[in-house]
Nanobody, 127 residues
Framework: QVQLVDSGGGLVQTGGSLRLSCAAS????????VGWFRQAPGKERDFVAA????????GYADSVKGRFTISRDTSENTVYLQMNSLKPEDTAVYYC????????????????????WGKGTLVTVST
């Protein structure tokens, strides 16, 4: 079992920045990939970014490459998502996720590769 507590969402203007946090606990995290997904109203839950807990390899959705950065702090068991140059279309509920998979596979297969979810944190980007 893995418990995920995501936080850090809020209201920000276009072009602004936010940092989301995902505190992980429970099972041996080194075998997991931890990622972020987002879901806008009326839309599916989409992959955003992922990081391998064991070696730090990362992957990103094309829509966020160059603007978002995922990282981990193994001493704090926390994964971060630094979001810069935010756009209104980034508005969504962001969910932390963990899966017994690879970064590439989580990016390609999305929610089907997630075993655990956080409760989500709302990010609103105003114009």
């Amino acid at each position: 079992q893995v418990q995920l507590v995501d936080s850090g969402g809020g209201l920000v203007q276009t072009g602004g920045s936010l940092r989301l946090s995902c505190a992980a606990s429970g099972a041996t995290l080194s075998v997991y990939v931890v990622g972020w997904f987002r879901q806008a109203p009326g839309k599916e839950r989409d992959f955003v970014a992922a990081i391998s807990w064991s070696n730090g390899a990362t992957g990103y959705a094309d829509s966020v490459k160059g603007r978002f950065t995922i990282s981990r702090d193994t001493s704090e068991n926390t994964v971060y998502l630094q979001m810069n140059s935010l756009k209104p279309e980034d508005t969504a509920v962001y969910y932390c996720a963990a899966g017994l998979t690879t970064v590439r596979t989580m990016g390609l297969q999305g929610v089907r590769r997630v075993d655990y979810w956080g409760k989500g944190t709302l990010v609103t980007v105003s114009t």
